[in-house]
């Protein structure tokens, strides 16, 4: 069964990536455990094609609005584009994004692998500046932990123009918030652990594009790199997606709600969450994005221990890295050495799950109370 592009994400969400309907068919694609496939046939090999893979790349590629790879993680999927540029070539990149990518990054430069070009995403004139020579912009919107929103349509108009690839990390906003490709974007970067499979008990990525050209550099660079992703795992992402679009509504209604309750805080000294008014980022965020997504980065009124106690206190907010599941988790972003200098020691990332709203908040006001 396939999904008509012109439904809503929510019923592409229940419908994409279901095998034809007919008498005693099986409404879910099956776990298809194999390795070796007889000759003759469009697959080859088991690290080249798996009918369980092609089920969820077709339910992401109808979210998303252009074909879909699925990777082994969300970093192999990342290191999958870089690994498709020539040696030497210019990447501009957030200098406040995932820390992966900002490590991932800076061993490259390191090596003389590539050149990288860290700058602040929020400032387009800069990122636009930065463009020359360039043969890729990575864009990370909003970033992880601070939440900063890029110009998307500005920044990807102005790279195209010059004739550098776009790449999206779309994992905070989702296809539900904002749609990269159909702004012009090259290609599309999901952490499938996060929301799509929603769990917390797989770890898979995925890339999207409109381009073949792109498509088939990306789908060689999983082949001979070996960055497949499991049948098993790719089963339970598509089981997740089902629900994803209730789940990502429900936490993201409670994060605005529990943003405007930690603004009022007298223990908190700032939020960001596009979502607010007063958020630094709402007027750009709202102009091309539906929604403001389920992540709310607080600062707390205190040192790095003491938001580490903050954190270990809590019995609902799970004190744990990830984010993206049913529960709510959080954790002070710099207890991690390779997070970014940038990042205030008492920054706390949390990713709000699908639990009632006046519970967390009993917890979390408990939680910021306890480390005093």
């Known amino acids: ?10 019923t592409i969400a229940v419908t994409a990536g279901r095998p034809p309907f007919g008498p005693d068919s099986a409404l879910n694609p099956p776990i298809s455990l194999n390795s070796t496939f007889v000759a003759g046939g469009a697959v080859g090999y088991g690290r080249y094609g798996n009918e369980t893979w092609l089920a969820l790349e077709e339910a992401i590629s109808a979210l998303e609005g252009g074909k879909t790879l699925t990777y082994s993680s969300g970093m192999a999927a990342v290191t999958a584009v870089f690994s498709t540029l020539p040696v030497g070539a210019k990447v501009v990149a957030s200098n406040q994004g995932y820390s992966g990518v ?18 602040s995403i929020t400032d387009t004139d800069q990122v636009i500046k930065e463009l020359s020579g360039a043969t890729l912009l990575w864009i990370e919107s909003p970033t992880n932990p601070g939440l900063e929103v890029a110009d998307l349509p500005a920044l990807i108009k102005a790279a195209k123009a010059s004739g550098v690839t776009v790449a999206v990390d779309n994992t905070f906003a989702t296809a539900l918030n904002q749609k990269p490709l159909a702004l012009g ?17 797989v770890v898979l990525g995925s890339l999207s594009t409109s381009d073949p050209v ?43 709600e529990l943003a405007k309750r930690l603004s009022a805080h007298p223990l908190v000294t700032r939020v960001r969450y596009p979502g607010l008014p007063t958020d630094s980022e709402h007027e750009k965020a709202k102009a091309f994005m539906k929604g403001f997504g389920a992540i709310v980065s607080f600062e707390y009124a205190g040192d790095g221990a003491q938001t580490d106690k903050v954190c270990e206190s809590s019995k609902i907010v799970t004190y744990a890295t ?15 050495p390779i997070e970014s200098q940038s990042v205030p020691e008492s920054l706390i990332r949390l990713s709000v799950g699908c639990e009632n709203v006046d519970d967390l908040w009993a917890d979390i006001d408990a939680a910021l109370h306890a480390a005093k």
């Open 1 to 10: 069964m396939t999904s008509d592009k012109s439904l809503s994400p929510e």
């Open 102 to 119: 900002m490590t991932l990054l800076g061993n490259y430069s390191a090596a003389n692998r590539l050149q990288v070009a860290f700058v």
């Open 185 to 201: 974007a090259d290609i599309v970067m999901n952490s499938v652990t996060k929301y799509l499979a929603g769990h917390s008990d």
């Open 214 to 256: 792109h498509f088939k550099t990306l789908e060689d660079a999983r082949k001979f790199n070996g960055s497949i992703p499991g049948p098993f795992e790719a089963f339970l992402a598509l089981r997740g997606i089902r629900t994803f679009p209730l789940r990502f509504q429900k936490s993201s209604e409670t994060a605005l």
């Open 322 to 336: 990830s984010l993206g599941g049913v529960e709510s988790l959080w954790e002070r972003r710099r207890r991690w």
